[in-house]
């Protein structure tokens, strides 16, 4: 483990859980790779001269927000105590969207600065907020970037609240919005309701480094932005990338993060010089985040050894400097005759590998479950819940327990419920990516 660390800077560790150990031949290294995050870099922001976070909250304002009206209500709720939570000093906006998107507050392409006057003047233009029209989502990404664009904090992020599906836009536009919009700001994104489409919020989210979630009772959702505004407020290093550097004949053959969920950083991975590789990891705050890179290497003969990667954590630098190496940990590779350390898979690797798997499975578990292949969902499901058990992930337990009847949760094996409630299927389907982290060994 290495630890970098200046004064005033944020502090990160990088530790790297592996089994080394290769059979002769043997190519593919798997590690897992711990970062740890514990601030201190508010300090830096004040030196730079710049403002502590910028948000813009999103409020989806289309027609079926009144059906119930609860939902149009508990939105300017949620988003009032959103807005009371914002520090003073930060920079905010208000968007509603339909089928297009329109500045709320302050209005005039500008950010509001967060004070007792502005926050007034914000919960006051929430009265405003009137149902009616369709979903465009793309169109109230483009207009938070172009808010979020001209401001000088670190931290950019976005909040999004939508009830349905995004019907008025074509999925390539949406598609190319994320592409324009990823790596300028951050997003969760949250479906209220039942009527909105999992894999469109949670790719939301993905694309932008948010979490994605369900809010099925509009009533909670005070509750949920006021928990999303607390963690924004929490972040205080942006940009942070995960450097993976390879000898030469070695390559990355994939980066996933594992904890607090599963993302596939893989296919996001910039150049960062000679063999090295930058993939976006977004806004920390005082949190860990854990990573499974896998590596191909030449094979050798036993006794050889090599440095198969090396992993830091970076932040940007200045335009003609260097990027500032915040945290460092190496990833090994030794080629031995002994088949039991060879054969053995570290604890980590064999951790997080059934929390991928197990996502995997409740997602293809609910699409066999829709397509009514009974047979196909009660298989996956019943491995999701095998694997839950073992893995000790008691939240998704209690949300598999909803969707079948578990029989033997050891064995895996289940029975399909005849009916389940809309909100418990996507409910499991939203949070099928959340991991529990394994104890350190």
Known sequence: MANFAKPSAPRFSVEVYQNEFLPEGGSEVHAIV??????????????????????????????????????MRG??????????????????????????????????????????????????????????????????????????????APIRHGILLTDGRNEHEDPAVLRATLDACAGRFTCDARGVGTDWEVQEVRGIASALLGSADIVADPAHLTEDFTHMMEKVMGKEVADVALRLWTPVGAEIQYVKQVAPAVQDLTGRRSGAGPRAGDYPTGSWGDECREYHVCVRVPPAAVGQEMLAARASMVLPGPPDGQPAVLGQGLVRAVWTSDPAASTAIHPQVAHYTGQAELAQAIQQGLQARKLGDVGGATAKLGRAVQLASVSGNADTARLLAKVVDVVDAAAGTVRLKAKVADADEMTLETRSIRTVRVKKI
């Open 34 to 71: 711990t970062v740890t995050s514990t601030g201190g870099a508010t300090a830096t922001r004040a030196a730079a001269g710049r403002g502590p976070a910028a948000v813009v909250i999103m409020v989806d304002c289309s027609g079926s927000m009144e059906h119930p009206p609860e939902k």
């Open 75 to 152: 939105a300017r709720e949620a988003t009032a105590a959103a807005i009371d939570t914002l520090r003073d000093g930060t920079s905010f906006a208000v968007v509603a969207g339909n089928h297009a998107a329109k500045e709320v507050y302050p209005g005039r392409g500008r950010l509001a600065v967060a004070g007792p006057a502005t926050r007034a003047e914000a919960k006051e233009a929430l009265r405003g907020l009137q149902a009616g029209g369709g979903t465009a989502i793309g169109t109230w990404l483009r207009l938070t970037d172009g808010l979020l664009r001209g401001s000088t």
